[in-house]
């Protein structure tokens, strides 16, 4: 769980602090929910503070601090999102591109 590269990082960092919500899937989440409550890395904070959103048929609970799970159909819930304003991230979205 590492950017090896401090420039990206930082960028990392900014795009998570500008961001309104962070979405992932379930896999995604489960591959580290465990790691970052408890991390001394970097990015743990902005990554702890942010709001969260779990795409999920399977999972109904999400522990980790700001998560939610969103068990809807994948458009509904991204245009509920969009629809409180909410500027997005997600994995694959850093460090290169965003969504609005």
């Known amino acids: 769980m590492s950017i090896d590269d401090p420039e990206r990082e930082k960028y990392f ?3 998570l602090g500008e961001a309104g919500a962070f979405l992932m899937g379930r896999t995604a989440y489960e ?5 970052w409550p408890t991390s001394d ?5 902005a990554m702890n503070a942010i709001p969260k959103v779990v795409f ?3 999972r109904t609970t ?6 939610r ?3 809807g159909e994948l458009a509904e819930e991204i ?3 969009k629809a409180e304003q909410a500027r ?8 290169h591109s965003r969504t609005r």
Do not use: N, Y
Not at 31 to 35: C, I
Not at 41 to 45: D, L, Q, T, V
Not at 88 to 95: D, E, H, K, L
């Open 69 to 71: 799970i969103a068990s």
């Open 88 to 95: 997005i991230s997600s994995p694959r979205a850093a460090p």
């Open 56 to 58: 999920s048929g399977t």
């Open 31 to 35: 591959a580290v929910a465990g790691f």
């Open 62 to 67: 999400a522990d980790w601090t700001e998560s």
């Open 13 to 15: 960092v900014d795009q």
């Open 79 to 81: 245009a509920k999102l």
């Open 41 to 45: 890395h970097p990015s743990a904070k």
